[in-house]
Protein backbone atom coordinates (compact mmCIF):
# COMPACT_ATOMS: atom_id res chain seq x y z
CA UNK A 1 0.00 0.00 0.00
CA UNK A 2 1.08 3.49 -1.02
CA UNK A 3 0.67 7.30 -1.39
CA UNK A 4 1.94 9.02 -4.24
CA UNK A 5 1.42 11.83 -5.55
CA UNK A 6 1.65 12.69 -9.38
CA UNK A 7 2.04 16.43 -10.62
CA UNK A 8 1.83 17.77 -14.20
CA UNK A 9 2.39 20.90 -15.54
CA UNK A 10 3.32 19.78 -19.33
CA UNK A 11 0.40 21.08 -21.70
CA UNK A 12 -1.57 24.36 -20.57
CA UNK A 13 -2.93 22.58 -17.91
CA UNK A 14 -2.00 22.41 -14.26
CA UNK A 15 -2.76 19.06 -12.68
CA UNK A 16 -2.19 16.38 -9.60
CA UNK A 17 -3.48 13.45 -8.57
CA UNK A 18 -3.44 11.86 -5.81
CA UNK A 19 -3.57 8.03 -5.38
CA UNK A 20 -3.90 6.78 -1.79
CA UNK A 21 -4.06 3.36 -1.36
CA UNK A 22 -5.78 3.01 -4.62
CA UNK A 23 -7.96 5.32 -4.21
CA UNK A 24 -7.53 8.22 -6.79
CA UNK A 25 -8.39 12.00 -6.10
CA UNK A 26 -7.44 14.39 -8.11
CA UNK A 27 -7.16 18.38 -9.91
CA UNK A 28 -7.21 19.67 -13.05
CA UNK A 29 -7.44 23.38 -13.75
CA UNK A 30 -6.54 25.09 -17.36
CA UNK A 31 -3.87 27.48 -16.35
CA UNK A 32 -1.94 28.67 -19.30
CA UNK A 33 1.67 30.23 -18.49
CA UNK A 34 0.48 29.91 -14.56
CA UNK A 35 1.60 26.39 -13.38
CA UNK A 36 4.45 27.82 -11.42
CA UNK A 37 1.95 29.77 -9.56
CA UNK A 38 -0.92 26.73 -9.06
CA UNK A 39 1.17 23.92 -8.75
CA UNK A 40 2.28 24.11 -4.97
CA UNK A 41 -1.33 25.59 -4.03
CA UNK A 42 -2.68 22.82 -5.80
CA UNK A 43 -0.76 19.92 -3.97
CA UNK A 44 -1.30 21.66 -0.85
CA UNK A 45 -5.19 21.87 -1.58
CA UNK A 46 -5.35 18.01 -2.17
CA UNK A 47 -3.66 16.81 0.36
CA UNK A 48 -5.55 18.94 2.98
CA UNK A 49 -8.30 17.92 1.33
CA UNK A 50 -7.67 14.15 1.69
CA UNK A 51 -6.31 14.53 4.96
CA UNK A 52 -2.83 13.08 4.12
CA UNK A 53 0.20 15.02 5.60
CA UNK A 54 2.96 15.70 3.25
CA UNK A 55 5.04 13.37 5.08
CA UNK A 56 2.39 10.31 4.45
CA UNK A 57 3.80 10.14 1.09
CA UNK A 58 6.10 7.27 -0.45
CA UNK A 59 6.51 8.60 -3.93
CA UNK A 60 6.49 11.24 -6.12
CA UNK A 61 5.98 11.12 -9.91
CA UNK A 62 5.76 14.34 -12.65
CA UNK A 63 4.97 15.02 -16.10
CA UNK A 64 8.48 14.46 -17.36
CA UNK A 65 7.72 15.35 -21.09
CA UNK A 66 7.71 16.46 -23.77
CA UNK A 67 5.40 19.70 -23.49
CA UNK A 68 5.82 23.35 -22.28
CA UNK A 69 9.60 23.23 -22.03
CA UNK A 70 9.10 25.59 -19.05
CA UNK A 71 5.83 23.74 -17.87
CA UNK A 72 7.89 20.62 -17.35
CA UNK A 73 10.61 22.21 -16.01
CA UNK A 74 8.18 23.48 -13.37
CA UNK A 75 6.74 19.96 -12.59
CA UNK A 76 10.58 18.75 -12.42
CA UNK A 77 11.99 21.46 -10.41
CA UNK A 78 8.44 20.93 -7.83
CA UNK A 79 9.24 17.29 -7.70
CA UNK A 80 13.06 17.86 -7.13
CA UNK A 81 12.00 20.34 -4.54
CA UNK A 82 9.51 18.41 -2.54
CA UNK A 83 11.36 14.84 -2.91
CA UNK A 84 14.18 16.58 -1.64
CA UNK A 85 12.59 18.10 1.38
CA UNK A 86 10.68 15.08 2.00
CA UNK A 87 13.30 12.33 0.99
CA UNK A 88 10.76 10.97 -0.99
CA UNK A 89 11.60 8.39 -4.55
CA UNK A 90 10.64 10.19 -7.95
CA UNK A 91 9.64 8.97 -11.50
CA UNK A 92 9.32 10.96 -14.44
CA UNK A 93 6.25 10.18 -16.50
CA UNK A 94 5.94 10.42 -20.79
CA UNK A 95 3.35 13.00 -21.10
CA UNK A 96 2.57 11.44 -24.54
CA UNK A 97 1.85 7.92 -22.99
CA UNK A 98 -0.57 9.45 -21.09
CA UNK A 99 -2.25 10.95 -23.67
CA UNK A 100 -2.22 7.19 -25.25
CA UNK A 101 -4.04 5.74 -21.67
CA UNK A 102 -6.91 8.58 -22.02
CA UNK A 103 -7.41 7.59 -25.90
CA UNK A 104 -6.83 3.83 -24.81
CA UNK A 105 -10.00 3.64 -22.14
CA UNK A 106 -12.00 3.74 -24.91
CA UNK A 107 -13.29 0.78 -26.96
CA UNK A 108 -12.28 2.15 -30.56
CA UNK A 109 -9.15 2.13 -29.51
CA UNK A 110 -8.06 -1.02 -30.06
CA UNK A 111 -4.78 -2.14 -29.31
CA UNK A 112 -2.62 0.48 -30.56
CA UNK A 113 -2.78 4.35 -29.89
CA UNK A 114 0.12 6.84 -32.08
CA UNK A 115 0.13 10.19 -29.33
CA UNK A 116 0.20 13.18 -31.11
CA UNK A 117 0.68 16.56 -29.16
CA UNK A 118 1.52 19.81 -30.97
CA UNK A 119 4.96 20.82 -30.10
CA UNK A 120 4.31 24.35 -31.54
CA UNK A 121 7.17 25.99 -34.03
CA UNK A 122 4.63 23.83 -36.50
CA UNK A 123 6.32 20.31 -35.06
CA UNK A 124 4.66 17.80 -33.21
CA UNK A 125 5.86 15.38 -30.86
CA UNK A 126 4.58 11.73 -31.53
CA UNK A 127 5.03 7.83 -29.29
CA UNK A 128 3.01 4.85 -30.31
CA UNK A 129 2.16 2.77 -27.66
CA UNK A 130 0.41 -1.03 -27.26
CA UNK A 131 -2.79 -1.49 -25.12
CA UNK A 132 -2.93 -4.77 -23.43
CA UNK A 133 -5.22 -5.16 -20.72
CA UNK A 134 -6.20 -1.16 -20.52
CA UNK A 135 -2.88 -0.23 -19.73
CA UNK A 136 -0.22 1.29 -22.11
CA UNK A 137 3.30 0.22 -23.41
CA UNK A 138 6.01 2.44 -25.10
CA UNK A 139 6.09 0.86 -28.98
CA UNK A 140 8.79 2.66 -30.50
CA UNK A 141 10.93 5.49 -30.05
CA UNK A 142 9.34 9.13 -28.81
CA UNK A 143 10.01 11.69 -31.59
CA UNK A 144 9.51 15.15 -32.71
CA UNK A 145 8.66 16.94 -35.96
CA UNK A 146 6.99 18.32 -39.05
CA UNK A 147 3.05 16.94 -38.68
CA UNK A 148 3.90 15.51 -42.58
CA UNK A 149 6.46 13.38 -41.26
CA UNK A 150 4.67 12.20 -38.21
CA UNK A 151 1.40 11.83 -40.85
CA UNK A 152 3.64 9.45 -42.99
CA UNK A 153 4.55 7.01 -39.67
CA UNK A 154 0.49 7.20 -38.99
CA UNK A 155 -0.93 6.13 -42.50
CA UNK A 156 1.24 2.74 -41.54
CA UNK A 157 0.03 2.80 -38.22
CA UNK A 158 -3.12 1.50 -38.61
CA UNK A 159 -4.46 2.73 -34.82
CA UNK A 160 -6.06 4.88 -32.96
CA UNK A 161 -4.21 8.68 -32.94
CA UNK A 162 -4.73 10.88 -30.06
CA UNK A 163 -3.48 14.27 -28.82
CA UNK A 164 -3.98 17.98 -29.54
CA UNK A 165 -1.12 17.99 -32.27
CA UNK A 166 -4.38 16.25 -34.52
CA UNK A 167 -5.25 19.84 -34.66
CA UNK A 168 -2.75 20.99 -36.63
CA UNK A 169 -2.78 20.12 -40.61
CA UNK A 170 -2.63 18.10 -42.30
CA UNK A 171 -4.51 16.59 -39.25
CA UNK A 172 -6.80 19.18 -38.75
CA UNK A 173 -9.12 17.70 -41.64
CA UNK A 174 -9.60 14.36 -39.63
CA UNK A 175 -11.38 16.39 -37.13
CA UNK A 176 -11.00 13.64 -34.32
CA UNK A 177 -12.83 13.71 -31.12
CA UNK A 178 -9.46 12.28 -29.97
CA UNK A 179 -7.86 15.84 -30.98
CA UNK A 180 -8.70 17.43 -27.27
CA UNK A 181 -7.01 15.01 -24.92
CA UNK A 182 -4.03 16.51 -22.99
CA UNK A 183 -2.23 14.94 -20.64
CA UNK A 184 -2.95 15.20 -17.18
CA UNK A 185 -1.92 13.92 -13.72
CA UNK A 186 -4.96 11.39 -12.89
CA UNK A 187 -4.39 9.63 -15.92
CA UNK A 188 -0.14 9.51 -15.24
CA UNK A 189 -1.40 8.47 -11.82
CA UNK A 190 -2.13 4.75 -13.09
CA UNK A 191 1.19 4.67 -15.41
CA UNK A 192 3.16 6.04 -11.76
CA UNK A 193 1.50 3.10 -10.50
CA UNK A 194 2.74 1.09 -12.30
CA UNK A 195 6.24 2.06 -12.35
CA UNK A 196 5.93 2.47 -8.58
CA UNK A 197 5.16 -1.77 -8.85
CA UNK A 198 8.07 -2.52 -11.05
CA UNK A 199 10.36 -0.64 -8.86
CA UNK A 200 11.43 2.17 -11.25
CA UNK A 201 10.99 5.35 -8.96
CA UNK A 202 14.53 6.64 -7.73
CA UNK A 203 16.87 9.55 -6.93
CA UNK A 204 15.58 13.13 -7.97
CA UNK A 205 19.00 13.87 -8.81
CA UNK A 206 18.86 11.74 -11.98
CA UNK A 207 15.26 13.15 -13.53
CA UNK A 208 15.20 15.28 -16.36
CA UNK A 209 12.73 16.32 -18.26
CA UNK A 210 11.91 14.82 -22.06
CA UNK A 211 12.28 17.88 -24.41
CA UNK A 212 12.80 15.87 -27.48
CA UNK A 213 13.55 19.04 -29.16
CA UNK A 214 17.25 19.38 -28.70
CA UNK A 215 17.93 21.97 -31.17
CA UNK A 216 17.55 25.93 -30.29
CA UNK A 217 16.81 28.59 -32.69
CA UNK A 218 20.51 30.67 -32.16
CA UNK A 219 23.17 30.86 -34.19
CA UNK A 220 26.47 29.80 -33.26
CA UNK A 221 29.70 31.91 -33.15
CA UNK A 222 30.93 30.61 -36.81
CA UNK A 223 27.00 31.35 -38.54
CA UNK A 224 27.47 34.88 -36.79
CA UNK A 225 28.50 37.72 -39.20
CA UNK A 226 32.03 38.89 -38.19
CA UNK A 227 34.02 42.12 -38.10
CA UNK A 228 37.68 40.49 -38.19
CA UNK A 229 38.89 36.89 -40.69
CA UNK A 230 38.28 34.03 -38.05
CA UNK A 231 40.63 32.07 -37.00
CA UNK B 1 18.70 31.62 11.13
CA UNK B 2 20.55 29.21 8.97
CA UNK B 3 19.07 30.58 5.40
CA UNK B 4 19.72 28.51 1.90
CA UNK B 5 20.00 30.53 -0.92
CA UNK B 6 19.30 29.86 -4.65
CA UNK B 7 20.51 31.75 -7.82
CA UNK B 8 19.59 30.68 -11.14
CA UNK B 9 18.63 34.06 -13.08
CA UNK B 10 21.13 33.85 -15.98
CA UNK B 11 23.85 31.56 -16.86
CA UNK B 12 25.01 30.86 -13.23
CA UNK B 13 23.46 28.56 -10.91
CA UNK B 14 24.65 29.38 -7.29
CA UNK B 15 23.99 27.84 -3.69
CA UNK B 16 24.64 29.13 -0.58
CA UNK B 17 24.25 28.28 3.15
CA UNK B 18 24.21 31.79 5.15
CA UNK B 19 23.78 32.17 9.11
CA UNK B 20 22.98 35.26 10.72
CA UNK B 21 24.83 34.72 13.76
CA UNK B 22 27.58 32.76 11.84
CA UNK B 23 27.92 34.39 8.79
CA UNK B 24 29.01 32.51 5.40
CA UNK B 25 29.17 28.54 5.79
CA UNK B 26 29.27 27.61 2.13
CA UNK B 27 28.78 28.37 -1.19
CA UNK B 28 29.25 26.95 -4.31
CA UNK B 29 28.44 28.59 -8.02
CA UNK B 30 28.36 26.31 -11.24
CA UNK B 31 29.50 28.60 -14.41
CA UNK B 32 27.58 27.93 -17.90
CA UNK B 33 30.27 29.31 -19.74
CA UNK B 34 31.37 26.17 -21.84
CA UNK B 35 27.25 25.64 -22.61
CA UNK B 36 26.53 29.16 -24.24
CA UNK B 37 30.29 29.77 -25.50
CA UNK B 38 29.70 28.54 -28.91
CA UNK B 39 27.27 30.74 -28.78
CA UNK B 40 28.81 33.75 -27.61
CA UNK B 41 26.07 34.91 -25.51
CA UNK B 42 23.98 33.22 -23.39
CA UNK B 43 21.30 31.10 -25.02
CA UNK B 44 18.10 31.60 -22.37
CA UNK B 45 16.87 27.88 -22.89
CA UNK B 46 20.36 25.91 -22.13
CA UNK B 47 20.40 27.97 -19.53
CA UNK B 48 17.14 26.74 -18.37
CA UNK B 49 18.11 23.68 -19.01
CA UNK B 50 21.21 23.46 -17.36
CA UNK B 51 19.98 24.70 -13.86
CA UNK B 52 17.90 21.66 -13.57
CA UNK B 53 20.49 19.78 -13.89
CA UNK B 54 23.03 21.62 -11.39
CA UNK B 55 20.52 22.56 -8.73
CA UNK B 56 19.68 19.89 -6.78
CA UNK B 57 23.78 18.39 -6.21
CA UNK B 58 24.59 21.85 -5.27
CA UNK B 59 22.49 22.03 -2.86
CA UNK B 60 23.73 19.03 -1.51
CA UNK B 61 27.23 19.48 -1.71
CA UNK B 62 26.76 23.01 0.19
CA UNK B 63 24.66 21.46 3.25
CA UNK B 64 27.59 18.75 3.26
CA UNK B 65 30.25 21.10 3.01
CA UNK B 66 28.60 23.16 6.30
CA UNK B 67 27.90 19.87 8.25
CA UNK B 68 24.29 21.10 7.88
CA UNK B 69 20.78 18.70 7.50
CA UNK B 70 18.09 20.19 5.73
CA UNK B 71 16.26 20.02 8.58
CA UNK B 72 18.74 22.48 10.36
CA UNK B 73 17.48 25.24 7.92
CA UNK B 74 15.14 27.60 9.23
CA UNK B 75 14.18 29.56 5.48
CA UNK B 76 14.85 29.81 2.04
CA UNK B 77 15.99 32.14 -0.18
CA UNK B 78 15.92 32.48 -3.92
CA UNK B 79 16.17 34.74 -6.65
CA UNK B 80 13.10 35.27 -8.66
CA UNK B 81 13.69 38.12 -10.53
CA UNK B 82 14.89 40.58 -12.73
CA UNK B 83 16.62 37.76 -14.88
CA UNK B 84 15.67 34.92 -17.42
CA UNK B 85 12.12 34.26 -16.88
CA UNK B 86 12.67 30.42 -17.28
CA UNK B 87 15.80 30.06 -15.26
CA UNK B 88 14.55 31.89 -12.74
CA UNK B 89 11.14 29.79 -12.30
CA UNK B 90 13.82 26.64 -12.15
CA UNK B 91 15.49 28.15 -8.99
CA UNK B 92 11.91 29.53 -7.55
CA UNK B 93 10.23 26.47 -7.85
CA UNK B 94 12.68 24.35 -6.17
CA UNK B 95 13.26 26.41 -3.34
CA UNK B 96 9.95 27.14 -2.70
CA UNK B 97 9.08 23.69 -3.09
CA UNK B 98 11.63 22.77 -1.02
CA UNK B 99 10.64 25.02 1.91
CA UNK B 100 7.12 24.22 1.70
CA UNK B 101 8.26 20.27 2.16
CA UNK B 102 10.34 20.97 4.69
CA UNK B 103 7.88 23.18 6.55
CA UNK B 104 9.90 26.64 6.88
CA UNK B 105 9.15 30.09 5.39
CA UNK B 106 10.85 31.28 1.92
CA UNK B 107 11.59 34.36 0.22
CA UNK B 108 11.92 35.95 -3.38
CA UNK B 109 14.50 38.01 -3.74
CA UNK B 110 16.10 40.68 -5.83
CA UNK B 111 18.49 39.56 -8.01
CA UNK B 112 20.24 43.26 -7.84
CA UNK B 113 19.18 43.78 -4.18
CA UNK B 114 21.21 40.75 -3.40
CA UNK B 115 24.71 42.12 -5.53
CA UNK B 116 23.69 45.21 -3.65
CA UNK B 117 24.29 43.87 -0.49
CA UNK B 118 26.88 41.30 -1.43
CA UNK B 119 29.64 43.46 0.61
CA UNK B 120 27.72 42.86 4.01
CA UNK B 121 29.53 39.80 3.51
CA UNK B 122 32.54 40.79 4.13
CA UNK B 123 34.34 41.52 7.29
CA UNK B 124 34.82 45.30 6.55
CA UNK B 125 30.93 46.29 6.58
CA UNK B 126 30.10 49.89 4.87
CA UNK B 127 27.10 51.73 7.21
CA UNK B 128 24.57 53.17 5.48
CA UNK B 129 23.67 55.60 3.84
CA UNK B 130 26.27 54.45 0.81
CA UNK B 131 26.55 54.80 -3.24
CA UNK B 132 26.08 51.55 -5.01
CA UNK B 133 27.77 51.30 -8.40
CA UNK B 134 25.63 47.83 -9.63
CA UNK B 135 28.02 47.20 -12.85
CA UNK B 136 27.20 43.77 -14.34
CA UNK B 137 26.20 42.57 -18.01
CA UNK B 138 23.02 43.43 -17.56
CA UNK B 139 22.83 46.49 -15.19
CA UNK B 140 25.10 49.89 -14.87
CA UNK B 141 23.09 51.98 -11.92
CA UNK B 142 24.16 54.32 -9.67
CA UNK B 143 21.90 53.70 -6.32
CA UNK B 144 21.59 55.66 -3.39
CA UNK B 145 21.37 53.44 -0.22
CA UNK B 146 19.52 54.59 2.93
CA UNK B 147 18.97 50.94 4.33
CA UNK B 148 17.95 47.61 2.93
CA UNK B 149 15.07 48.13 0.70
CA UNK B 150 15.32 52.13 0.84
CA UNK B 151 16.92 52.50 -2.88
CA UNK B 152 16.78 55.61 -4.77
CA UNK B 153 17.86 55.78 -8.36
CA UNK B 154 20.82 58.38 -9.08
CA UNK B 155 21.34 57.25 -12.61
CA UNK B 156 21.64 54.30 -15.16
CA UNK B 157 22.77 53.48 -18.77
CA UNK B 158 20.57 54.64 -21.71
CA UNK B 159 21.33 51.54 -23.63
CA UNK B 160 24.47 48.88 -22.80
CA UNK B 161 25.05 47.76 -19.83
CA UNK B 162 28.88 48.69 -19.16
CA UNK B 163 29.42 45.14 -18.95
CA UNK B 164 27.83 44.17 -22.33
CA UNK B 165 30.11 46.80 -23.65
CA UNK B 166 32.91 45.01 -22.59
CA UNK B 167 31.41 41.87 -24.09
CA UNK B 168 30.34 43.35 -27.28
CA UNK B 169 33.77 44.98 -27.97
CA UNK B 170 35.44 41.73 -27.24
CA UNK B 171 33.54 40.22 -29.55
CA UNK B 172 34.06 42.62 -32.48
CA UNK B 173 37.67 41.85 -31.48
CA UNK B 174 37.68 37.71 -31.96
CA UNK B 175 37.89 37.03 -28.33
CA UNK B 176 36.98 33.79 -26.63
CA UNK B 177 33.74 33.74 -24.96
CA UNK B 178 33.06 35.46 -22.34
CA UNK B 179 34.68 38.52 -23.54
CA UNK B 180 34.69 40.97 -20.96
CA UNK B 181 37.60 39.61 -18.67
CA UNK B 182 39.72 37.98 -21.86
CA UNK B 183 39.39 41.92 -22.89
CA UNK B 184 40.68 42.97 -19.62
CA UNK B 185 43.49 40.80 -19.88
CA UNK B 186 45.08 42.14 -23.28
CA UNK B 187 44.39 45.84 -21.84
CA UNK B 188 47.19 45.15 -19.30
CA UNK B 189 49.77 45.23 -22.08
CA UNK B 190 48.20 47.83 -24.47
CA UNK B 191 48.52 51.42 -24.64
CA UNK B 192 45.67 52.96 -23.39
CA UNK B 193 46.60 56.30 -25.08
CA UNK B 194 46.82 55.25 -28.23
CA UNK B 195 42.84 55.73 -29.51
CA UNK B 196 41.45 58.83 -27.98
CA UNK B 197 38.19 56.71 -27.12
CA UNK B 198 35.19 58.73 -26.04
CA UNK B 199 34.42 59.52 -22.13
CA UNK B 200 30.37 59.32 -22.59
CA UNK B 201 27.84 61.77 -21.52
CA UNK B 202 30.57 63.31 -19.24
CA UNK B 203 30.91 65.97 -20.30
CA UNK B 204 27.00 67.30 -19.34
CA UNK B 205 25.14 67.38 -15.90
CA UNK B 206 23.65 64.12 -14.65
CA UNK B 207 24.72 60.69 -13.63
CA UNK B 208 23.38 58.53 -16.26
CA UNK B 209 25.50 56.68 -18.61
CA UNK B 210 25.61 55.52 -22.25
CA UNK B 211 28.05 52.58 -23.60
CA UNK B 212 26.96 52.22 -27.35
CA UNK B 213 29.07 55.03 -28.39
CA UNK B 214 31.92 53.02 -27.17
CA UNK B 215 31.24 50.26 -28.89
CA UNK B 216 31.04 52.10 -32.26
CA UNK B 217 34.09 53.99 -31.63
CA UNK B 218 35.63 50.47 -31.16
CA UNK B 219 34.28 49.05 -34.33
CA UNK B 220 35.70 52.08 -36.10
CA UNK B 221 39.11 51.55 -34.14
CA UNK B 222 39.03 48.28 -35.10
CA UNK B 223 38.37 48.65 -38.98
CA UNK B 224 40.76 51.60 -39.66
CA UNK B 225 43.56 49.02 -38.01
CA UNK B 226 42.67 45.86 -39.08
CA UNK B 227 44.75 44.90 -42.39
CA UNK B 228 42.55 42.38 -44.88
CA UNK B 229 40.48 41.47 -41.87
CA UNK B 230 43.36 40.90 -39.37
CA UNK B 231 44.26 42.73 -36.54
CA UNK B 232 47.29 42.39 -35.03
CA UNK B 233 48.00 41.97 -31.54
CA UNK B 234 49.34 45.26 -30.13
CA UNK B 235 46.60 47.03 -31.88
CA UNK B 236 44.36 44.42 -29.71
CA UNK B 237 45.90 45.03 -26.86
CA UNK B 238 45.85 49.01 -27.46
CA UNK B 239 42.10 49.08 -28.46
CA UNK B 240 41.54 46.64 -25.32
CA UNK B 241 43.40 49.13 -23.12
CA UNK B 242 41.58 52.59 -24.70
CA UNK B 243 38.53 50.67 -24.31
CA UNK B 244 38.50 49.76 -20.79
CA UNK B 245 40.38 52.53 -19.81
CA UNK B 246 37.78 54.65 -21.34
CA UNK B 247 34.80 52.35 -19.50
CA UNK B 248 36.39 52.68 -15.69
CA UNK B 249 37.06 56.46 -16.57
CA UNK B 250 33.36 57.43 -17.49
CA UNK B 251 32.05 54.95 -14.19
CA UNK B 252 34.32 57.20 -11.69
CA UNK B 253 33.66 60.48 -13.03
CA UNK B 254 29.60 59.44 -12.26
CA UNK B 255 30.40 57.84 -8.95
CA UNK B 256 32.66 61.00 -8.11
CA UNK B 257 29.62 63.13 -9.02
CA UNK B 258 27.13 61.31 -7.17
CA UNK B 259 29.22 61.32 -4.01
CA UNK B 260 29.42 65.19 -4.53
CA UNK B 261 26.03 65.62 -5.03
CA UNK B 262 24.59 63.01 -2.52
CA UNK B 263 26.95 64.00 0.35
CA UNK B 264 27.78 60.57 0.60
CA UNK B 265 31.22 59.37 0.84
CA UNK B 266 30.94 55.20 1.26
CA UNK B 267 30.68 53.81 -1.97
CA UNK B 268 30.45 49.70 -3.02
CA UNK B 269 30.87 48.59 -6.27
CA UNK B 270 28.98 45.12 -6.67
CA UNK B 271 27.89 43.30 -9.75
CA UNK B 272 30.07 41.17 -12.43
CA UNK B 273 32.22 44.36 -13.30
CA UNK B 274 33.08 44.79 -10.29
CA UNK B 275 35.67 42.18 -10.49
CA UNK B 276 37.87 44.09 -13.11
CA UNK B 277 40.83 45.43 -11.03
CA UNK B 278 40.96 48.36 -12.95
CA UNK B 279 37.98 49.61 -11.86
CA UNK B 280 38.47 48.34 -8.72
CA UNK B 281 41.82 50.54 -8.38
CA UNK B 282 40.33 53.49 -9.76
CA UNK B 283 37.24 54.01 -7.63
CA UNK B 284 39.29 53.38 -4.26
CA UNK B 285 41.36 56.69 -5.38
CA UNK B 286 38.36 58.51 -6.47
CA UNK B 287 36.82 57.88 -2.57
CA UNK B 288 40.13 58.70 -1.17
CA UNK B 289 39.73 62.13 -3.18
CA UNK B 290 36.62 62.67 -1.79
CA UNK B 291 37.96 61.36 1.91
CA UNK B 292 36.12 58.75 1.18
CA UNK B 293 35.86 54.66 1.18
CA UNK B 294 35.11 52.05 -1.31
CA UNK B 295 34.33 48.82 0.00
CA UNK B 296 33.71 45.77 -2.51
CA UNK B 297 32.72 42.03 -2.08
CA UNK B 298 36.14 39.67 -2.97
CA UNK B 299 35.78 38.73 -7.04
CA UNK B 300 33.59 35.39 -6.12
CA UNK B 301 30.64 37.73 -4.61
CA UNK B 302 31.02 40.27 -7.12
CA UNK B 303 29.91 37.71 -10.11
CA UNK B 304 26.40 36.28 -9.35
CA UNK B 305 26.16 33.48 -7.08
CA UNK B 306 23.95 32.49 -4.31
CA UNK B 307 25.65 33.71 -1.22
CA UNK B 308 24.46 37.09 -1.78
CA UNK B 309 20.45 35.75 -2.02
CA UNK B 310 21.06 33.96 0.95
CA UNK B 311 22.35 37.10 3.02
CA UNK B 312 19.63 39.39 1.44
CA UNK B 313 16.98 36.72 2.17
CA UNK B 314 18.30 36.60 5.33
CA UNK B 315 17.13 39.97 6.08
CA UNK B 316 13.67 40.15 4.59
CA UNK B 317 13.11 36.76 6.25
CA UNK B 318 14.16 37.78 9.70
CA UNK B 319 11.82 40.73 9.38
CA UNK B 320 8.86 38.55 8.82
CA UNK B 321 8.91 38.83 5.14
CA UNK B 322 7.85 35.42 3.40
CA UNK B 323 6.71 34.83 -0.41
CA UNK B 324 3.37 33.07 -1.06
CA UNK B 325 3.38 29.09 -2.36
CA UNK B 326 2.08 30.50 -5.65
CA UNK B 327 5.12 30.88 -7.25
CA UNK B 328 6.04 34.13 -9.52
CA UNK B 329 9.25 35.43 -11.07
CA UNK B 330 9.26 38.94 -12.15
CA UNK B 331 11.81 39.27 -15.26
CA UNK B 332 11.84 43.01 -15.01
CA UNK B 333 11.58 44.66 -11.72
CA UNK B 334 12.90 48.16 -11.18
CA UNK B 335 14.69 47.87 -7.79
CA UNK B 336 13.42 51.18 -6.73
CA UNK B 337 10.07 48.73 -6.45
CA UNK B 338 11.38 47.19 -3.27
CA UNK B 339 9.73 48.47 0.45
CA UNK B 340 11.71 48.77 3.23
CA UNK B 341 12.70 45.85 6.01
CA UNK B 342 9.55 45.84 7.85
CA UNK B 343 11.30 46.25 11.06
CA UNK B 344 15.02 47.18 12.12
CA UNK B 345 17.03 44.68 13.44
Known sequence: MSVILTIDASSSLCSVALNINGELVWNTEEQPRRHAQRLLPMIDDILADSGISRHQLDGLAFGRGPGSFTGIRIAVSVAQGLALGLNLPVCGISSLEAVALAAASNSEAGDRVLAIMDAHMGEVFWGEFDVLDGMTQAGGVEQVGSPELCLTQASEFGGLLAGDGLRLAPFSELNSAYATIQPEARIMAALANREWNNGNFGSPDNQLPVYLRNSVAWKKLDEQPSLLKRN | ?345
Not at chain 2, 116 to 130: G, H, I, K, N, T
Open chain 2, 1 to 345: MLVLGLETSCDETGVALYDTERGLLAHRVYSQIAVHAEYGGVVPELASRDHVRKGLPLIREVMEEAGHTLQDLGGIAYTSGPGLVGALLVGACLGRSLAWSLGIPAVGVHHMEGHLLAPMLEDDVPEFPFIALLVSGGHTQLVKVEGIGEYELLGESLDDAAGEAFDKAAKMMGLPYPGGPALSKLADEGDAGRFSFPRPMTDRPGLDFSFSGLKTFTRTTILNCAVDGVLAEQDKKDIAAGFQTAVVDTLAIKCKRAMKQTGVNRLIIAGGVGANRMLREQLKVTAEQLKGRVYYPRPALCTDNGAMIAYAGAQRLNAGEVSDIAVSCVPRWPMTELKPLASGN
